[in-house]
């Protein structure tokens, strides 16, 4: 049973347009939420965090907004380069001694 | 600069023939994470180490060990792969085990023939 659910495999959006990311989840204690991205043959890198008592996050091009009570979060990234083109996971996690839970992922391409 | 590394990056191995992947973290982290990652899924965590804690995730096959001999090094050990191993094996470290930011190598690709 997946807690973090990414049901877009794939998403295509030209340069400079805006590219959304989307994560829904169904654990309501899950209280940290953060966004890794993944380029080829190399391991997840941070991205942006937020925290359950936010609602939007801001750093640079990306935005991460979160929707407590739809239990759902968004990656905002605008605007939008080809060096963006990567995987994006969704992640969370709950209070304690509790690892991340991670989504399957996203498959960004930005065309130039 | 402060880095989580793996290596090998790529191993090839014969169904059954033991095999160990390593990661060597220069980050002082106390918490080290072994994830398998197979091809659109999600990384799977296998199981961490709290300092010298080991934590196993219920479903891990008992074919898996791990062994984390410092707070610098941290080794996979799969006794007898099948080619459902066959998968990146991503290591993992943070500060904390509150789940929050978390530092990954670049992975180690296991092929099982």
């Known amino acids: 049973d997946q807690q973090v659910k990414q049901n877009s495999p794939s998403l295509s959006v030209q340069e400079g347009r805006i590219s959304i990311l989307n994560c829904d989840y169904t654990?309501?204690?899950?209280?940290?939420f953060l966004w890794y991205k993944k380029y080829p043959a190399e391991g997840p890198t941070f991205l942006i965090s937020?925290?359950?008592?936010?609602d939007k996050n801001e750093d640079g091009r990306f935005t991460v907004f979160l929707n407590k009570s739809a239990k759902h979060l968004s990656l905002h990234i605008v605007p939008s380069q080809p060096g963006d083109s990567a995987v994006y996971f969704c992640?969370?996690?709950?209070?304690?001694?509790?690892?991340?839970?991670f989504g399957k992922g996203t498959r960004l391409s930005v065309i130039a | 600069d402060a880095m989580v590394i793996q290596n090998p990056r790529y191993q090839v191995t014969q169904f059954g023939k033991p095999v160990t992947l390593s990661c060597s973290q220069t980050?002082?982290?106390?918490?080290m994470y072994w994830y398998q990652q197979k091809s659109s899924q999600a990384p799977k965590l296998l199981f961490h180490?709290?300092?010298?804690?080991?934590?196993n995730e219920a479903d891990t096959p008992d074919n898996f060990q791990s062994r984390r001999p410092n707070t610098s090094f941290c080794f996979l050990d799969i006794r007898s792969p099948g080619l459902g191993d066959a998968a990146m094996y991503l290591c993992?470290?943070?500060?904390?085990?509150?789940?929050?930011?978390?530092?990954f190598g670049p992975g180690t690709r296991l092929t099982v023939l």
């Open positions: 180490y709290y300092d010298k804690d080991f934590n």
């Open positions: 992640a969370a996690s709950s209070p304690g001694n509790t690892p991340l839970v």
């Open positions: 937020i925290s359950s008592i936010k």
């Open positions: 993992a470290t943070s500060r904390d085990s509150q789940g929050n930011e978390q530092f």
């Open positions: 654990n309501s204690m899950f209280d940290y």
């Open positions: 980050l002082n982290h106390n918490v």
